[in-house]
């Protein structure tokens, strides 16, 4: 079961602090798996990796702008959120999940791991897009969602760099996690009628050659996207059925709180953690060039992934 919450616009520094306490809540295992659903107020956050130099606009247009800045735990270059985007922060088990595929790897079973659950969000708001007739895809090489110039963007792995690609794609979401004791945190941002200006403050997650877009810019009627809210619980049915699991909505942070002090002391997870070890893995969300060693560090027991 994946509940799920609109929390409308929330501050950046109290969602961090939200997701810290959900977090702890989900890995003690006494709430089930949480998709926290909002927009935040105009604000940048610069990754580990972050180069202060993909910060375009000085301190002082930014204050003007009223756009907050925070330095955070995750890794990744600098990204943008504001109003108009649809943030997904799911707090969930990995654990607890099954991979859906028929594709994975010999020797896991349908183990579900941070690569693969990066690619069912992707596939979500693949999906989301298609619902209002906008052909979205995958660039191989680079995490997210992407609007293709001409034709479609290749779902499929390949053997070639992003860098080798055609450019001309439009970026529509970033999407990242941060995974700790198998829990999961951070997530999607998802830009749905954001004011793409606020871009050019930044060189989004370090990327120079291809442009972000909207859901607003790339549909034929713009008036015809429905509330962020409604949007929102779109989302959450196409989460859903990419993980295969049945959703229920949370009447309020409150009520979430009382399910959690309502569990038994001795609750667990749904899924033993003995029986999978549960490394932490360093966060990115922002677009990641993803180089064949990924791959190999995917299936270690004792190094951290990026995902």
């Avoid at 943030?87 to 654990?95: E, N, S």
């Amino acid at each position: 079961m994946i509940k799920y919450l609109y929390l409308g616009r929330v501050d950046y520094g109290e969602a961090l602090r939200l997701q810290e306490e959900l977090v702890a809540l989900r890995t003690a295992g006494r709430i089930g798996n949480v998709l926290l659903l909002l927009e935040h107020p105009p604000v940048l956050t610069l990754g580990r990796n972050a180069k202060r130099a993909n910060i375009l606009a000085s301190d002082e247009l930014l204050a003007a702008r009223g756009v907050t800045l925070h330095e955070i735990n995750r890794g990744g270059d600098v990204t943008y959120h504001g109003p108009g985007q649809l943030i997904g922060y799911p707090i969930f088990d990995l654990r607890s999940l099954r991979n859906p595929s028929d594709a994975c790897p010999p020797g896991r079973g349908n183990r579900l791991g941070p690569v693969d659950f990066v690619r069912l969000m992707e596939e979500a708001l693949i999906r989301v897009c298609g619902e209002f007739g906008v052909s979205a895809g995958r660039i191989c090489g680079l995490t997210g969602v992407w609007c293709a110039a001409h034709g479609g963007v290749s779902d499929e792995s390949c053997g070639t760099t992003a860098e080798n690609q055609p450019k001309g794609e439009r970026k529509i979401a970033a999407i990242g996690i941060h995974v700790a004791r198998g829990v999961t945190s951070h997530g999607f941002a998802f830009n749905v009628t954001t004011d793409l200006r606020d871009f050019a403050l930044i060189n989004p997650c370090g990327i120079t050659d291809r442009p972000v877009t909207s859901l607003e810019r790339e549909v034929e009627d713009p008036k015809s996207l429905p509330s962020l809210e409604s949007l929102a619980n779109l989302a959450v049915r196409e989460f859903g059925l990419v993980f295969d699991e049945p959703v229920a909505p949370v009447e309020s942070l409150a009520a979430l709180r009382a399910l959690a002090e309502a569990a038994p002391d001795s609750a667990t997870s749904e899924i033993p953690t003995q029986e999978f070890p549960a490394p932490a893995f360093p966060a990115n969300d922002t677009p990641l060039q993803i180089p064949p060693e990924v791959e190999r560090l995917r299936h270690s027991k004792d190094r951290p992934v990026s995902a």
